[in-house]
Every structure is written in C-alpha cells, then in structure tokens.
C-alpha cells in the first residue's frame, strides 16, 4: 500500500451534530481526554474562556448562549487518527455548520435524553441526508431521569427517518442507572459514581450471566434487564455496517458525557467501524481519497482568529494525496499556484506548523483575501469539489458610521468578515452606501461587535430597501454593457468584485428578469 493509501485508511473525520445544550461540548471534552491530550481536560471550555479574555465579542457569545466560531481539532486514538470539526450551535449560524457537514466523513449525533429528538437535530440530519453522511448516536444525560429507550429509538426512527440499530443498552436510569451493557460483545459496565470510566477504571462484567453481578445490581434489576434485553433485540434493528455506510441505520449508544460514562465503548466502536475519507465528487471526475496528487477544498474562513496577527485562516480538507509543509499547490478558481507557506494543523486545541497532512485532514491556510469558501487545490488539474453550499443572503442592511473618517477601516472590516461566509458585502455601484446581506439577523449584531473589537469601528446597521439580491452571469460583453447602463441604479459589487443586482422587490426583480432574457439572474454566487 502507498503512504497516502495507508495514511487515509487511518482518518475519521467527523462532526457532532445536535441540539444546544445536549452535550456536545462535555463530549467533545471526553474524547479529547481519550485521545491523550489528558492534559486538555477542561479545554473546550477553559478555551472559550480565555478567548472570552482576549477578545470582547466573544461576551456577546457568552450572553446570547451560542457558540460563535468553530474549530478543528485532531487526536490519535488506538492507532487512527481522529479529526473532529466543531460545528457552531445557534441556528443563525447554520450555513457554516453545513459547510462544515460537507468537509467530514461521517457524523456524531447526541440527543439528550430527556428532550429526545430536537428541532435543530432534525435539520442538522436533513443536511446529512443529502449526502448519506453516516452517523452514529449517543444518547446523554443517562444519569438523570429521561425517556422510556424504547421510546426514545421509536422516536429517531419516525422523526429522523433513520433505523436504529443499539449497541450499548442503559440498566436504569437517573437515580436507578446501574451501568450499561454491550449488545455485541455482551459486556456489562458498571456505573460507580466518582470513577473515570477508562477500561481500565471500570468494573466490567463478561455477560449478563455473570453470577457476581446479580449481587451488584440485585436480583429484580436483573431480571427487568433480561426481559427488556429480548424485547430491544425483537424490536430494534440489528447492526448492519453497509447500511450504516450508506447512512440508513444508526448505531446507538447511551451514557453520561458528563461522567465520561459510555463515551469510551463509542469511540472504540466509532474508530473502527466509521468511514475513512472517502472518494469525492468534482466537475469533472470523482477523486479517491487513495490518490497520490493532493486535491482539498475549502470550507471554512475564519478572520482574525489571532488577534495578534489579525490573519485569516481558510480552512482546507484535503481530499487524496499528501500536503507537506511549503508546498506550492495549483488554486483552481485563479490559475495560479500558491505557497501554502505556514500551513496550520489543529493538534487538540493547539494551533501547529503542518509538516504532513493527509486525506480527511485539515490544514489551515493564511489567506489575505485571494481564497475563497468553496475554493478547490490540486498540483495542477483544473477540477473543483461540487456540493459546498453557499447561501443567499435574506436580510439586508445599511452601514452606518459613527466616525466618517473611519470609512476605509469599515470596508476592510466588511469585505474580510464577509469572506468567512456567514455575510456578504455589496457597493452599490451609483452611491456610497455599503450594505451587509445575511441570513440570520443576529449575524449584524457579530458583525457590529466585532468591527469595534477587531477594527476599531463603531457602526450599526438599518433597514434598507433590498429584497433580494442575484448575482448577473453574461458571457456577452455588449449585453452585459448596456445591461449595466439600463440597471446601475440597482446593481452593487460584492467583495470579489462581482456584479450583484439588489431588487428592491420580487415584482422589481421579475420585471428586470423579464426585459433581459439573456441575463442570468443567479441566487448564489456560483463556487464552481
Ligand atoms: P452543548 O455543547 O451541546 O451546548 O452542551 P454542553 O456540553 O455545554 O452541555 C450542556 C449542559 O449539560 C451543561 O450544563 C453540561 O454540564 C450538562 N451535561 C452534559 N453532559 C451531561 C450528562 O451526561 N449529565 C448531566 N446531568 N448533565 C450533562 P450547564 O449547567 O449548562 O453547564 P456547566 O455549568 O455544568 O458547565
């Protein structure tokens, strides 16, 4: 086998997808501590707080509950090489986390189990759907009292559409939560408060007809388990990897994150049967992830994520082949080769120099402002990954600046913010406003704190009369000229510098559709 063969058979890479507040954070937490960095204990959380220390905004994150950026983080576990992206909870902020769902492999869902399937799990799945992404399911919160388990996969098999196939099974619950038993091995683990749960921390029974744990867990509670245990494997669905793969069947699996309570059994379980990077759609072919010329895109920008250096990081998955430090690589949308000089890895919660990154990687890539969301990298072919999906702004607003002499400083804050994705910029072409589109509202609120933190800027945003925006495709030149003229008063630039037509209505925006039939009217502007 070849190095990249090797290397990529060696990647999960993976996102957790859930409703805020399930637990997503304290998982996170966990598997990091599995994956050595035991020292990174506490780190998911220790790390909001010390940015929350070095930057001002991230108070706004803390007040409204959310969690604004995402991150990268890898870890080697038993031989493989994990790599989980953080994905952003708030639904404002779902276009990011979409991207994110395009750039792994496979998916964690974790349900809480009192609350059971919520609204933001049901889009999170739909978006996996899309790409029959697999996933697999951690039920949490097993210490406190929650839903029937039967129940609760009833649920996610009708309301998520998926089949349900246990593989951990609880022993109570709340109060009553005696440990959890493993349906393939057949295992019992015992839930003792105060222990660490690591294999070699816990009390492990071989089997359920282990005669010593009737005296741990007592004589009724046993029998109740039996009985559940023959009516769970007569209703539920038994593990069948394919469909697990072709992301039509979901491995259960229950515990306490907090507790660090069954997270082992599904991260043993996760490393072994969850995909390796796997092959990838482009214009023109489909990549295998097995290939040896490195092919990556990028899904993620992310602007002064050191506030020190005020850089910004594109974030790239790197689909086949090997990226080594310093390497030039061909930037498809330009033409050009590029240095990726200074290539960022995510080791933990650390950020590195890259020396070596492989298939279902991430490496993070300084940028001023030549890459883009959705951007494709090989040595040389000119191809370019399909499916990032970019969005359409709904809302519009004005900028308004406090200061008019910090005119220059609000374009740049504008224009660099808006090629992380989340908003989009446009220049009018006939006056002098600039105008923020987004998707969410809160998205002005992020952008107004973080151009007086990032950029020194104090500005605020107010209703505009835009409805919708299209970007204008025309390969004539002359059409395009004279559509120009007849329409400057509703055309803009973006921050590329594309042409946008802001319809102040949908009547205005049809009626200009109509009087130029050899115009495209784009919602998005085209990645490709
Ligand atoms: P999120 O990232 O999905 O939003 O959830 P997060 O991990 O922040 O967890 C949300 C809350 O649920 C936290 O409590 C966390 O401690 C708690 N939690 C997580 N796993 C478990 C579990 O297995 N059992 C129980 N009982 N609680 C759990 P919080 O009060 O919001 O925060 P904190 O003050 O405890 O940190």
């Known amino acids: 086998m070849s190095d990249v063969s090797l290397q990529a058979a060696r990647r999960r890479t993976f996102a957790i997808i859930s409703h805020p507040d399930a637990g997503k954070t304290t998982l996170t937490e ?10 990174m204990a506490g780190s998911v959380k220790g790390r909001k707080a010390a940015r929350h220390a070095t930057s001002d905004w991230m108070a706004l994150e803390k007040e409204r509950g959310i969690s604004v950026t995402s991150s990268v983080m890898q870890f080697p576990y038993e031989g493989r090489i994990v790599n989980l992206l953080d994905t952003p909870g708030h639904a404002d902020f779902g276009e990011d986390t979409y991207r994110v769902l395009t ?25 996996c759907r899309l790409r029959d992404t697999p996933i697999m399911t951690f039920i949490n919160k097993l210490d406190r009292e929650g839903k029937d388990p039967i129940e ?6 009708t309301v998520l559409g998926i089949q349900c196939a246990p593989i951990t099974w609880p022993i109570g619950m709340g109060k009553r939560l005696k440990g959890v038993v493993h349906l393939v091995t057949g295992e019992v683990h015992l839930y003792e408060q105060g222990r660490n749960f690591t294999r070699q921390d816990s009390t492990i029974f071989a089997s359920v007809d282990d005669p010593a744990l009737e005296a741990r867990i007592g004589g009724q509670m046993l029998a109740e388990l039996k009985d559940e245990l023959e009516l769970v494997e007569g209703a539920s669905h038994p593990f069948d990897l394919g469909k697990y793969l072709a992301g039509e069947l979901t491995p ?21 049967h969850a995909p390796a990077p796997k092959p990838r759609e482009t214009t023109t072919r489909e990549v295998g992830a097995t290939e040896t010329k490195l092919s990556g895109f990028v899904f993620k920008i992310q602007a002064n994520m050191d506030p020190q250096h ?14 080594s430090a310093g390497m030039k690589a061909f930037h498809v949308r330009s033409g050009k080769d590029m240095k990726l000089a200074n290539a960022l890895t995510f080791m933990a919660s650390d950020r590195e120099i890259a020396e070596d990154a492989w298939p279902g ?19 040389g072919e000119k191809i370019s990954f399909t499916g990032i999906p970019n969005f359409a702004p709904e809302l519009f607003r004005r900028a308004r600046l406090r200061d008019p002499l ?41 952008v107004a704190y973080r151009l007086k933190d990032e ?23 002359k059409t395009l000229e004279q559509f120009r003229d007849k329409n400057a008063m509703n055309l803009s630039l973006d921050a590329a510098g594309e042409l946008v037509y802001l319809a102040p209505t949908r009547v205005n925006l049809q009626l200009a559709q109509e009087r130029a039939p050899e115009v495209g009217f784009l919602a998005t502007r085209e990645h490709a």
């Open 310 to 323: 005020r850089d910004r990081v594109a974030f790239m998955r790197i689909c086949s082949g090997r990226f």
């Open 152 to 157: 609760l996969l009833d649920e996610v098999e």
């Open 103 to 127: 750039a792994v492999d496979s998916a964690l869902m974790v349900i809480d189990v009192a609350k059971g399937v919520e609204e933001r799990t049901i889009k999170l799945m739909e978006v």
């Open 455 to 477: 950029y020194g800027v104090e500005a605020t945003f107010e209703p505009v009369n835009v409805a919708t925006a299209r970007w204008i495709r025309c390969d004539d030149e």
């Open 361 to 379: 990687d991430v490496i993070g890539i300084h940028n001023h402002g030549t890459i883009s969301i959705g951007d494709t990298f090989t040595e």
């Open 30 to 39: 966990k598997l990091l501590l599995f994956g050595g960095a035991i020292q």
């Open 406 to 446: 910090k005119l220059k400083q609000l374009q740049k804050g504008l224009a660099q913010l808006s090629e992380e994705g989340a908003t989009q910029f446009f220049k009018p072409l006939m006056s002098n406003d600039l105008i923020l589109g987004a998707v969410g509202v809160l998205q002005f609120d992020v």
């Open 252 to 272: 259960v699996f229950f515990g306490s994150a907090v507790n660090n309570f069954g997270v082992q059994l599904l991260l043993d379980f996760f490393v072994d």
